[in-house]
Each structure stands twice: as C-alpha cells, then as structure tokens.
C-alpha cells in the first residue's frame, strides 16, 4: 500500500472523499486485509480523541487576568491619533510620497542625458574625415572642415576654387 | 447602575451586544465565562504555561478592538477560539524561524517514517476511566512536534476540514493530510506504548 493509499483511507474516514472515491474506497477494504487494518487503528485514534481534551484551568484569579486585559484595553484606546502635523507623520509622508518621485526623477534625467549625449565617434577616420557643409560669401572660394572629436577641433580648409582641378577635389568639397 | 451580578445572568449574545457598544463589565463577564478554554487552546498548541497565559490576554484584548467585526455567523466561544488559533498560529511560525529542529523532528515533518511504523491491532484506549484517557490523550499530545499536533487540534478537536486547516496552516491540503495520518499514526504507537506500561 503506498502513501496516497494511505491518505485515501484516511480521508474516506473523515469523510473528506466525493462519493464515488468513497465507494472505491470501500469496495477496495472488503478485498485488502491490511487496508482494514491500518483503517481500524486511524479509527481508534479517532474515536479516543473525540472529546477527550484534557481541560486545564487558567492558572490565575479571574480579577488579576482581568486587570492586565483591562489595563492593555485601556492603553490602546488612548494611543494618540495622528494629526498628521507630528514628526513621525511628516517624516512617513516624505517616504512615502518622494522617494518613488526622486527614482521617476533620476530615470528622466538619465533618458534625457541618453538622448542629447552627441554620439561617440567611432574610428580615428571617421574622426578626422567628418564633413561639415560650410557657407562661404564668396563664390571662388570653397572649403572642406573636419572635426576631432577627442580634440574638440573644428578645422576649415579654404581654398580657390581656381584650383580644383589641380587639387582633385569635386564642386560638392570632397575630395576624389 | 449595573452590577456584576446582572450579568453573569445574561446570554452571551446579549453580553456581546452590550460589549459592542463599550461596555466592558459586559466584556468581563464573556472573558470570565470562556477564559478557560480559551486558554486551554491556547496551552494544547504551545505547551508553555507562560505563553499560553500571555497569548490568551493578547486574544482577549485583539477580541475587544474586532467586536465589530462579530456578525453572529457562529457562537461568541467559537469565534474567540478562532481569534485564539490564528495568534497561536503566528506565535508558532514565529518561534519555527529560531528553533532549531532536531534530525527526527525533520523526518516527522517530511514525512515517510509513519509508514515504518507497524499497525496498532489493538485498541489501546478501550477500558479507560475518561480522566484516566484524557491524561494519556495529553502526554501523547505533548510528543508531537507543534505542526503534528496543531493539524490534530485542528481537525479533533475543532472539528475543521481539511481544506479550512490548510488555510490557517498556511501550507497545502496535501501536508495537512500527510502530517494529520503521521500524528495518527504516532499517537496509536504513543498511547499503546503507555498501556504497555501498565
């Protein structure tokens, strides 16, 4: 007999069974000898303990139990009740109300600091080969800008555009 | 003006009413009425004389401030008695967190040693003055380790199901039944072995 077993027998003596498990239970007894038996000794232990608690007396005088229960009655009752003004109240107003704030807080300023940080500059040439359009007043004039980003430099190139062609660069600044 | 004599005629259906409005020589009356059971519960779950006294206040005085709460549904005792159960409950997970468990205390909890022991085939109980039956019911008791013997006050004394003892237990109807067949089982062996020496 496994455990499930067991507790099967055990619930059917409780009553703890649905009606069709309880007749398999039953039917299973008539056929199991040792089910009988170990259903037997879980009755017995049951029929002894059926309203047979030993009873105790509480071992104090009625007045002197009474006095403590009173006295604790008495001192819960005049507990003060916050206003809402005292120390305690303010300081669990606070708690309660700006940490969860400052955490909103802190996790905007990170977004926001995440979405204007300029992005890195990935390689030594994309560093020095960043070109930025330049306006120029004058027509013959041209011009090519870099900027380091580890130096925090911006170089412009003027040049004439007169010499172009000696220089291979192109009308759009960059050179071929 | 009302005297203790007045009430103690009183039902304790009237008694809670008037305890309900803050009258407490009313609430005197139930707390002299049930306090012994109330701490009889309360010692057969700790089995300390102390903390079944101070743990029987704490109820009496929990009892005071959920008067309101009293609809009616069961008896006033019934109720206290839950009241009771639920604060021995919390005093025993409590205790459980520091206590260290020995080696068989381990065995008993996780269960599978109840199915070394052999049947009882004898009644151990039969013949038995009730005195006499109640005094080996309660040194048998006291042998069990606190989750053994609580799921069997559950169950034998207040006759709650398996389902209402896995709630207050706070653990699944599974281990109430296992821990409830393990102290069957064990207090069969117990009570036998005491009428071995007679």
């Not at chain 1, 069709?20 to 049951?46: C, I, P």
């Not at chain 1, 206003?83 to 996790?107: E, K, M, N, Q």
């Not at chain 2, 407490?24 to 009425?33: I, P, Q, T, W």
């Not at chain 2, 207040?158 to 296992?178: F, H, N, P, Q, W």
Request: net charge negative; aromatic share 8%; proline share 2%.
């Amino acid at each position: 007999m496994n455990l499930n077993q067991q507790l099967k027998l055990q619930a059917f003596l409780d009553n703890e069974l649905s009606s069709r498990e309880a007749k398999e239970v039953a039917q299973w007894m008539e056929q199991d000898a040792e089910a009988r038996q170990l259903f037997t000794e879980l009755s017995h232990t049951r029929a002894a303990l059926h309203q047979n608690e030993l009873e105790v007396k509480l071992p104090e005088s009625r007045e002197f139990f009474w006095s403590k229960i009173e006295r604790d009655i008495r001192l819960q009752s005049q507990q003060p009740v916050s206003t809402g003004f005292s120390p305690d109240a303010i300081l669990a107003w606070l708690y309660r109300h700006l940490v969860p704030a400052s955490a909103v807080a802190l996790v905007a300023i990170f977004a926001i600091f995440l979405a204007t940080k300029p992005a890195p500059v990935k390689t030594v040439a994309m560093e020095t080969m960043s070109y930025g359009e330049v306006e120029t007043l004058n027509e013959e004039m041209g011009s090519i800008s870099f900027r380091s980003e580890s130096e925090r430099m911006t170089v412009i190139y003027l040049y004439n555009r007169a010499d172009d062609s000696e220089a291979g660069v192109s009308n759009d600044g960059l050179i071929q | 003006m009302s005297t203790q004599q007045d009430y103690s005629s009183k039902a304790d259906e009237v008694l809670v009413k008037l305890s309900q409005k803050g009258d407490m020589m009313a609430f005197e009356e139930l707390v002299a009425r049930h306090r012994d059971k109330i701490y009889a519960r309360a010692f057969s779950m700790v089995k300390n004389q102390d903390e079944a006294i101070d743990l029987s206040q704490e109820a009496w005085v929990k009892a005071w401030q959920r008067l309101g709460q009293f609809q009616g549904d069961s008896s006033f005792a019934t109720w206290m008695t839950r009241v009771t159960i639920n604060l021995c409950l919390d005093y025993l997970r409590k205790q459980k967190r520091h206590r260290a468990e020995s080696i068989e205390a381990i065995e008993e909890e996780h269960g599978g040693v109840e199915r070394q022991m052999p049947v009882v085939t004898v009644n151990p109980t039969e013949g038995l003055e009730r005195s006499e039956l109640r005094q080996r019911i309660d040194t048998a008791l006291a042998q069990l380790s606190h989750e053994h013997r609580t799921v069997l006050i559950l169950h034998e004394f207040e006759d709650l199901e398996y389902k209402e003892i896995a709630k207050r237990m706070k653990c699944s109807i599974g281990t109430v039944m296992s821990r409830l067949f393990y102290a069957r089982r064990k207090m069969a062996v117990l009570l036998a072995n005491l009428k071995k020496e007679e």
